[in-house]
T-cell receptor, first 109, second 117 residues
Framework: AQRVTQPEKLLSVFKGAPVELKCNYS??????LFWYVQYSRQRLQLLLR??SRESIKGFTADLNKGETSFHLKKPFAQEEDSAMYYC???????????FGEGTQLTVNP | GAVVSQHPSWVICKSGTSVKIECRSL??????MFWYRQFPKQSLMLMAT?????????EQGVEKDKFLINHASLTLSTLTVTSAHPEDSSFYIC?????????????FGAGSRLTVL
């Protein structure tokens, strides 16, 4: 079975502060991890995926297989980062995508 | 980039009626589409995987006779909520797999909000 856990439903930081959204997973095989973001009144969209090892909008995420984590980080949060963030997992090769429960990030001015 | 169009964006119906929601992939072909359900302030729950030209694969606990899925072409999947009841009121979201540069990425529709009176 595959499972994704995001322990924080709500996260509030001030503009310019570092932010880390936690994600832990459980999967018996080789996982493919993603972060999706949903801005207010917009559709869910891909933020980044671990295999590309890229930085999008200043966000990065590193897959830690030892700790089974894929935390999302940004050194200096901006107000426009306020959104709902979902961590998601699928098996390599594109099987079904399982989502975490999401973390609502609020960046205060 | 890849776009998934979902229609209608919201629908209100009477209890006992059936409602059809369409999911279209624009500018790309999708052999596989996924249907999710999202309750307020909760995560997306996968309902079923829609496969073009074959039967959908339903997740455990999802009634296949209640939620009929048809994927008749490479760009269209439909979800029909049959004999809808108030407890079926929810936000239904479809997604399609778009292989981007060899990677596996899902593109999501904007969702369809169903309210059953």
């Amino acid at each position: 079975a595959q499972r994704v856990t995001q322990p924080e439903k709500l996260l509030s930081v001030f503009k310019g502060a570092p932010v880390e959204l936690k994600c832990n997973y459980s999967y018996s095989g080789s996982p493919e991890l993603f972060w999706y973001v949903q801005y207010s009144r917009q559709r869910l969209q891909l933020l980044l995926r671990h295999i590309s090892r890229e930085s999008i909008k200043g966000f990065t995420a590193d897959l830690n297989k030892g700790e089974t984590s894929f935390h999302l980080k940004k050194p200096f949060a901006q107000e426009e980062d306020s959104a709902m963030y979902y961590c998601a997992l699928s098996g390599l090769g594109g099987s079904r995508l399982t989502f975490g429960e999401g973390t609502q990030l609020t960046v205060n001015p | 980039g890849a776009v998934v169009s979902q229609h209608p964006s919201w629908v209100i119906c009477k209890s006992g009626t059936s409602v059809k929601i369409e999911c279209r992939s624009l500018d790309f072909q999708a052999t596989t589409m996924f249907w999710y359900r999202q309750f307020p302030k909760q995560s997306l729950m996968l309902m079923a995987t829609s496969n073009e030209g074959s039967k959908a694969t339903y997740e455990q606990g999802v009634e296949k006779d209640k939620f009929l899925i048809n994927h008749a072409s490479l760009t269209l999947s439909t979800l029909t909520v049959t004999s809808a009841h108030p407890e079926d009121s929810s936000f239904y979201i479809c997604s399609a797999r778009d292989f981007l540069g060899g990677a596996n990425v899902l593109t999501f529709g904007a969702g369809s909000r169903l309210t059953v009176l």
